[in-house]
C-alpha cells in the first residue's frame, strides 16, 4: 500500500522543518486539523488541500503522486469526444478513467438549443469553470448564472442542472472528485 495523503503532507512538512503550529498559521487552518489530516483521521476536501500545498509552497500535484505515478496527458486528437450534434453536450475527458485517480476533468460543450443535463446527487464536490459563453446551472432550485471566467464550486450531494443561457455555445471545464466516468451520470432535461 502506498502513501496516503496525509503521510505526504507529514513528510513534506518535515523536510521543511516546520511544526503543525508553523503549518497551521501558513495555511489558516488549525494545527489539531492538520494532525487529524497527517493521521489520516479526516478527508480534507480539495480546496484546503491546495491551501496545505501552497503553504507548503509545493505543486498540489504532489500531494497526489507517489513515484511510480503514471502522468496522463490528453492531446487534442486524442481525446474521446461525443460528436453527436444532437447531444445537449460534446464531452472531451482531460482525465484517464484507468489508473485509480481521484479526480475526473471533462471540457463540456452545450449548445444553446440543447436541453439541460441533470445530475443526481453524488458523494464529493464539483468543480466548474466557463471558458466562454454563459452557463446556466440550477443547484437544489437555485440559480447562478456563470459568464467566461467565472467559477462554482460545491458539494454534488444535492441535484444539479447544467444549460447553455445564451444564443452561442457554453464551453466549460467540468471537475469532479471523486470520478465518475460513467455516462450516465446526467441525463437530458427540460430547458431552464
Given at each position: 500500500?502506498?502513501?496516503?495523503?496525509g503521510d505526504r503532507i507529514k513528510n513534506q512538512r518535515q523536510?521543511?522543518?516546520?511544526?503543525?503550529?508553523?503549518?497551521?498559521?501558513?495555511?489558516?487552518?488549525?494545527?489539531?486539523?492538520?494532525?487529524?489530516?497527517?493521521?489520516?483521521?479526516?478527508?480534507p476536501s480539495l480546496m484546503t488541500l491546495a491551501s496545505i500545498a501552497e503553504a507548503l509552497e509545493i505543486n498540489l500535484r504532489v500531494l497526489f503522486e507517489s513515484e511510480g505515478d503514471q502522468i496522463h496527458t490528453a492531446r487534442a486528437p486524442d481525446r474521446p469526444?461525443?460528436?453527436?450534434?444532437?447531444?445537449?453536450?460534446?464531452?472531451?475527458?482531460?482525465?484517464?478513467?484507468?489508473?485509480g485517480w481521484s479526480l475526473e476533468v471533462d471540457r463540456l460543450t452545450l449548445h444553446p438549443e440543447a436541453l439541460c443535463l441533470e445530475f443526481q446527487p453524488h458523494s464529493g464536490e464539483v468543480l466548474g469553470f466557463v471558458l466562454e459563453?454563459?452557463?446556466?446551472?440550477?443547484?437544489?432550485g437555485e440559480q447562478?448564472?456563470?459568464e467566461a471566467g467565472d467559477s462554482i464550486h460545491y458539494d454534488a450531494n444535492q441535484p444539479y442542472r447544467l444549460c447553455c443561457g445564451g444564443d452561442v455555445p457554453c464551453t466549460v471545464i467540468?471537475?469532479?472528485?471523486?470520478?465518475?466516468?460513467?455516462?450516465?451520470?446526467?441525463?437530458?432535461?427540460?430547458r431552464l
Open positions: 500500500m502506498g502513501e496516503s495523503i523536510k521543511q522543518d516546520l511544526t503543525l503550529a508553523k503549518l497551521a498559521e501558513k495555511s489558516n487552518l488549525s494545527a489539531s486539523y492538520l494532525s487529524q489530516v497527517e493521521r489520516d483521521k479526516s478527508t469526444e461525443e460528436t453527436n450534434a444532437r447531444s445537449p453536450v460534446v464531452r472531451s475527458q482531460l482525465t484517464s478513467p484507468e489508473g459563453g454563459i452557463l446556466l446551472i440550477v443547484i437544489e447562478f448564472e456563470l467540468w471537475c469532479n472528485s471523486p470520478p465518475r466516468y460513467d455516462s450516465a451520470a446526467s441525463t437530458p432535461s427540460q
